[in-house]
């Protein structure tokens, strides 16, 4: 048997959460379908672009996504955040996975290697609706960006809610501020959207987590804005500020009338 030419780089190994049941459940074939035909668009999308430099693999459900040593992470977090909004529109149902840095083997559906196994545990440590990133990766940056943050329990997790921000930015622009608002709106609505489909099921808590992952977003506003040479008053700031999500706002259903 020939060697094994592994490369370095960064792999995602992502959980796609409560697929099994609905694969399981006839009654969602029709959903099931939409998503084996989306991951098929997926994969050759990125998988026929040299240019993305990010490879994708699907199986059972499990999606694993790898980049070459020459890539940085924000493709591979954009590729993330693009996957699981559509998958969610179709589905209701979100990621957990773990990046790990290192040696791996990726051609076409086949993937396997150390940092693909690596990946794996990470997100099998992950237990909420969360991507946890390795410590060494997140160490290894020069500055820490808005994607990615240090949760309560120490673990560095990539942060969905950042690259939400861009979604009313067209590819290769320059955010506005009336594109940044409406996109810190729609990302309000989705994440309160996810709690409330779960709040009252045996894992809310695994959803709870993106309220998390949007207040810590709130939090990162003002340096976000600054970067893009965007200006807010303190008035504007304050109501941004009031935005932050807590379990108050499940109190009251009328947020969904």
């Known amino acids: 048997m020939d060697k094994i030419d592994y490369i370095e780089g960064h792999v995602a190994f992502i959980d796609i959460l409560g697929f ?19 991951v098929g668009k997926f994969q050759y999308f990125f ?55 290192g040696l791996f083997y990726h051609n076409e559906a086949i993937a396997f290697g150390p940092a693909i196994i690596n990946s794996y545990r990470l997100e099998n440590q992950a237990n909420y609706s969360r991507i946890i990133i390795q410590d060494e990766i997140v160490n290894g ?65 695994k959803y709870l987590w993106r309220m998390r992952a949007f207040n810590m977003m709130c939090e990162l506003i003002p340096d976000t804005f600054k970067a893009y040479n965007i200006e807010l008053n303190d008035d504007e700031l304050s109501e941004l500020n009031k935005k932050k999500i807590s379990l108050d706002n499940f109190w009251d259903l009328r947020v969904y009338e």
């Open 141 to 205: 940056l020069p500055e820490i960006p808005a994607s990615i943050f240090k949760d309560i329990d120490g673990k560095y997790c990539f942060n969905p809610c950042a690259i939400g921000m861009l979604r009313n930015t067209p590819d290769s622009t320059e955010p506005t501020k009336e594109q940044f608002l409406k996109s810190f709106e729609e990302e309000r609505e989705f994440v309160l959207k996810v709690i409330m489909d779960n709040l009252h099921t045996p894992v809310s808590d």
């Open 20 to 38: 099994s049941n609905l694969v399981l459940d006839k009654d969602n074939a029709d959903k099931v379908k939409d998503v084996t035909e989306f």
């Open 47 to 101: 998988n026929s672009s040299p240019k993305l430099r990010t490879k994708v693999a699907f199986f059972s459900d499990s999606i694993v996504l790898t980049t070459d040593d020459t890539s940085d992470l924000g493709m591979l977090f954009l590729a993330i955040w693009i996957a699981e909004s559509y998958l969610y529109s179709k589905t209701g149902l979100l990621f957990r996975g773990g990046i790990s840095r």
